[in-house]
């Protein structure tokens, strides 16, 4: 299986029972995300968590 690091960090996200869609941080006056899910389709791998 392959995945990404944006996987891998939306999959820890979920673990820690956080939302990596709606979890932002402030750059630049600019709320940034750290999985950016429109740009790059990041996504929770359950196959992870058995």
Do not use: F, K, W
Not at 8 to 17: N, Q
Not at 30 to 41: C, G, I, Q, V
Request: glycine share 4%; aromatic share 2%; charged share 25%.
């Amino acid at each position: 299986m392959r995945l990404s690091m944006h996987d891998l960090h939306a999959t820890l996200l979920h673990c820690l029972g956080l939302d990596h869609q709606r979890l932002t941080y402030d750059h630049d006056g600019r709320n940034e995300t750290l999985t950016d899910p429109d740009l790059t389709r990041a996504r929770v791998i359950p196959e992870l968590l058995s």
